[in-house]
């Protein structure tokens, strides 16, 4: 019966409440969206550079190496040696290394110049290859094109197209310059990867090397192979093996190897610290909407007083009163952190298919296992709300007010 | 169920003068029985009736209802006892405006004992029957006329089975069409449940209908009381 007029008397005051729930579902909605996207964020990230185990490219910034390797994002630092590469690929602690080139673009994509081997990546062994073809083929030949899944939708772009680059990158402000003579023509489109390969076009080296040869060099010019390639990515046969590579090419002047999951690791501190300062944000929209809810219960009460003195006659006791005005706090503060928890999850899966839509940098939202520790939390900010009109309630005299 | 004797009620007056509010040397009052309770403005009718259901401490003298000795009771143990033994018909309704005339009166029932929760919803049904309120169940007091909503007091009044049914001015809000008819529910139904009435009213009407009447005096001992007594919200 104390749940019941609880409940009745909050829809006595619908606009006063709604407010009140609606300040806490904001915070919660704040809270949960911050909390939802760091974790997808994360995850997508971290499922994007799983298949890499090192990365081994010209000397500089290992972010920039693996920002412009793995989310073909930024720009490359610059070339390392054909030698380089067959020199990995010859080494027995390597069970496979697949050179990689950027610099052309269709339309804002990056144009990925590979082996073939890139379709065999994989996360683990045993698991299946990153990238699957979901239509169409592989390259065979120079100028056949493998799109990814985002390229083809956007772009609609169909096995059989053909299209024609742009010499540079996307983005860089810098004069464009069309291979018009060289166009490529698709042939596979991958299954989505829900990474930042969805947004690449991929092809062989020699097809990359040929339009700049022609272009730059003219047929018969400097050797196709003296232009080297971005990036090596190196697939270890050991740990153990990995591990001296890695301090070898460090070690030396000719390159540097980036082990990715360590780069993102320093990379999410970055993104920790904002992250914090969300964090902080939620707390401060959380403690004003429970200020909220203690002003308003306070003035409910107060404007309440000879309904409390009503059901004190009826034999209530100061025990009952408080408990009511309690019960009222926690059907406020659970209709606003439900609806938080909807609208959090809402937003972060709008921001999240957003992030896809636009860098495929992101895994989409789930399910967070702190939510029920999120709305428990919320419900006793909500009781510690309350506090202060429930004893006002609690305090209050009955006779005064039985006649008011 | 009451004896009164020598009961006297103080308020700190301004400047910290002491008012005396009700002053009722004796009263007794048997069960099953009815009696009027009048008085004129400021005699203490209101403070007395809040004082036999626990409501207000007595002052000084002795006030035992239903076999209790209020004095020495705690706020605690008076809730219990009003729950369990006293119903309350007020002046002005005093309705839960959330609640339907049903919620109402199983309102009263859910800070007591007397009725198992299983069984609430049927008694209170059977309440408002009684008063002839059947078909407004489900009504709320904003929904139902003036007379209706003190019928629903008097139903909710009579939920506990209590043993003492205190009514304060019960027919001041009403016509004289409605307040006959809400008088005659209240006697016809508190002689159904056994339950001793004490109405309190200056009303000729209302006080001719009983037979036996207590009358207040006003307090004498020199100040206006009425308006203290409206400032304590009393009348």
């Known amino acids: 019966m104390l749940l019941r007029m609880a409940w009745r008397n909050l829809l006595a005051r619908p606009l006063q409440h709604s407010l009140t729930a609606l300040a806490v579902a904001l915070g919660v909605a704040l809270a949960m969206a911050v909390l939802l996207l760091a974790g997808a964020f994360r995850d997508g990230i971290t499922r994007a550079a799983e298949p890499f185990d090192m990365i081994v490219g010209a000397k500089g910034s290992p972010n920039q190496l693996v920002l412009n390797t793995i989310f073909l994002q930024d720009a490359p630092i610059g070339n390392i040696s054909w030698d380089l590469y067959r020199r990995l690929e010859a080494d027995p602690r390597v069970a496979a290394a697949v050179p990689l080139g950027l610099g052309d673009n269709y339309r804002g994509y990056r144009l990925v110049g590979a082996s073939a081997g890139i379709f065999d990546l994989r996360s683990r062994p045993g698991a299946q290859p990153y990238l699957l073809i979901g239509q169409g083929k592989i390259f065979r030949e120079d100028f056949e094109a493998v799109i990814g899944a985002a390229v083809a939708r956007k772009l609609n772009l169909k096995v059989g197209d053909t299209f024609t680059t742009t010499h540079g990158l996307a983005g860089e402000g810098l004069e464009e310059e069309e291979h018009a003579d060289r166009p490529y023509r698709v042939v596979g489109i991958l299954s989505p990867a829900y990474g930042p390969y969805d947004q690449g076009i991929f092809t062989t080296l020699e097809s990359l090397w040929e339009a700049h040869d022609i272009k730059e060099y003219g047929d018969g010019g400097e050797s196709r192979r003296e232009k080297g390639v971005t990036a090596v990515l190196v697939k270890p046969r050991s740990w153990v093996g990995l591990m001296q590579l890695y301090r070898e090419i460090n070690a030396g002047k000719e390159a540097q190897g980036a082990f990715p999951g360590q780069v993102l690791a320093g990379l999410f501190d970055l993104l920790g610290q904002t992250r914090r300062v969300l964090e902080v944000i939620s707390g401060v929209v959380m403690a004003m909407a429970a200020a909220t809810v203690a002003v308003s219960l306070y003035w409910a009460g107060v404007a309440r007083r000879r309904e409390t003195a009503i059901l004190r006659a009826l034999g209530a006791s100061r025990r009952s009163v408080l408990i009511l005005t309690m019960l009222e706090a926690l059907l406020v503060t659970g209709a606003g952190a439900a609806a938080g928890i909807l609208l959090g999850h809402g937003v972060s899966l709008g921001i999240g298919l957003w992030l896809r839509e636009q860098y495929a940098l992101s895994s989409l939202p789930g399910f967070y296992p702190g939510e029920f520790f999120i709305l428990a939390l919320v419900l006793i900010l909500g009781l510690l709300a309350s506090l202060m009109p429930a004893v006002a309630a609690y305090r209050s005299e009955v006779a005064p007010h039985l006649e008011e | ?235």
């Open chain 2, 1 to 235: 169920m009451i004896q009164v004797k020598n009961l006297e009620k103080w308020y700190q007056g301004p400047g910290g003068t002491r008012v005396l509010a009700l002053s009722a040397p004796l009263l007794d009052l048997g069960a099953g029985e009815e009696m009027a309770l009048s008085g004129p403005s400021g005699s203490g009718k209101t403070t007395l009736l809040h004082i036999l259901a626990g409501l207000l401490l007595p002052g000084s003298g002795q006030v035992r209802v239903c076999g209790h000795d209020l004095r020495r009771m705690t706020e605690a143990a008076r809730d219990r006892f009003r729950s369990a033994f006293i119903g309350y018909v007020f002046q002005r309704f005093n309705l839960l405006p959330g609640l339907s005339a049903l919620e109402n009166v199983m309102a009263a029932m859910a800070f007591g004992n007397a009725v198992p929760p299983l069984g609430r919803t049927q008694r209170a049904a059977e309440l408002l029957a009684l008063v002839g309120l059947e078909h407004r169940l489900r009504h709320r007091p904003g929904q139902l006329s003036s007379g209706e909503q003190q019928r629903v007091a008097v139903a909710r009044s009579l939920a506990n089975r209590p043993s003492l049914v205190l009514a304060d001015e019960p027919t001041a809000s009403l016509d004289t069409v409605n307040s006959r008819l809400v008088l005659k529910l209240l006697r016809e139904l508190c002689h159904q449940h056994g339950s001793a009435l004490l109405v309190a009213s200056h009303d000729p009407l209302v006080l001719d209908l009983f037979p036996r009447q207590h009358q207040l005096r006003q307090p004498d001992d020199g100040v206006r009381r009425d308006d203290l007594a409206a400032a304590h919200g009393l009348a």
